[in-house]
């Protein structure tokens, strides 16, 4: 396993160098916005300052925030940014399922299907993966679409924090996971009737499991700011969430949920099919709309 050495070379630059067998090492400089390398032999190591100090931490590009308004301010943005677009339908899922798996199509089927059925805005990490599938299912219903990005994701889209597609009024690069995770509440909190909204959680991994079991303790707490019931769907494409909803049952065996708690704060849809018949009966919504023509009134009464 590598280590870092760390030392300050001025009061402005840090340097970070890698150990290795190599007999060349390489030196990491950056001043928080600028980089280069500078190489030397481990030989030259005793040359180095005395100040250095032996860490395990690899390198890392981050801005500190200096104060906490720094993330306020953040806040702040993504709501104007729901403001602006409308609350609608929020995305958990994964940043590495993409388009030649399953999932995506599936995703990108619902996401077409659901920005039609509810009429309302797409919300999503903006990332790739699953989140894309979903954008894309949007733009084909031309329903609008937010976003609340982050500078780093674990997928495709790392090494810049523009969208690919999207438009930039449409989303927000968030450099505080904190203030992100506000958007993707505030985006599906209902004031009135006439808002329709959801949480649909996808397959995925730490960060989808992260957002899925925060946004669902603030249901269960009714923490989550909606004067009226926000409807959640979990996705359970193949099974994929199996053998979680089997260690669920087990805390309920253990006693640290109570019967049926879990069950009651979300829908466990295993197709579109599915998690669309529950938003049409959660939301009673008719099927004499000119605009629904995709599916037709008798598929979805069978599925009711």
């Not at 280590?3 to 001043?31: E, G, V």
Request: proline share 3%.
């Amino acid at each position: 396993m590598g280590f870092s050495l760390a030392s300050q070379i001025s009061t402005n630059y840090h340097s970070f160098l890698r150990i290795s067998h190599q007999t060349t090492q390489k030196f990491l400089l950056f001043d928080g916005k600028n980089r280069s390398k500078l190489g030397f032999k481990a030989s030259e190591l005793e040359h180095l300052s005395r100040n250095l100090v032996l860490c395990k931490l690899e390198y890392k590009d981050f801005e500190e925030r200096s104060s906490p308004n720094e993330v306020k301010k953040e806040i702040e943005d993504c709501y104007k940014l729901i403001h602006r677009l409308g609350r609608g339908v929020v995305y958990l899922g994964s940043s590495r399922m993409g388009p030649d798996h399953p999932h995506y199509t599936q995703a990108l089927e619902l996401g077409r299907e659901i920005a039609g059925l509810l009429d309302c805005t797409t919300w999503s990490g903006a990332g790739p993966g699953l989140m894309d599938a979903v954008t894309q299912g949007a733009l084909q219903a031309q329903k609008p679409v937010g976003g609340f990005k982050i500078g780093k994701e674990a997928g495709e889209w790392t090494a810049s924090n523009f969208h690919a597609y999207l438009p930039s009024e449409t989303y927000l690069t968030c450099r505080f996971f904190s203030a992100r995770k506000h958007g993707l509440v505030d985006a599906v909190v209902r004031a009135s009737g006439s808002e329709r909204t959801a949480v649909v959680a996808l397959p995925g991994g730490i960060g989808t499991l992260d957002e899925m079991f925060e946004i669902m303790a603030l249901i269960q707490l009714e923490r989550i700011g909606s004067s009226l019931p926000v409807p959640f769907l979990l996705m359970n494409y193949d099974s994929f969430y199996e053998k979680l909803l089997e260690f669920l049952d087990d805390c309920e065996e253990w006693g640290t949920l109570s019967k049926g708690e879990v069950s009651s704060l979300w829908k466990v849809c295993d197709n579109n099919t599915e998690a669309l018949g529950h938003l049409v009966q959660f939301y009673g919504i008719s099927y004499c709309d000119e605009d629904r023509k995709t599916k037709s009134e008798n598929e979805f009464r069978a599925i009711l």
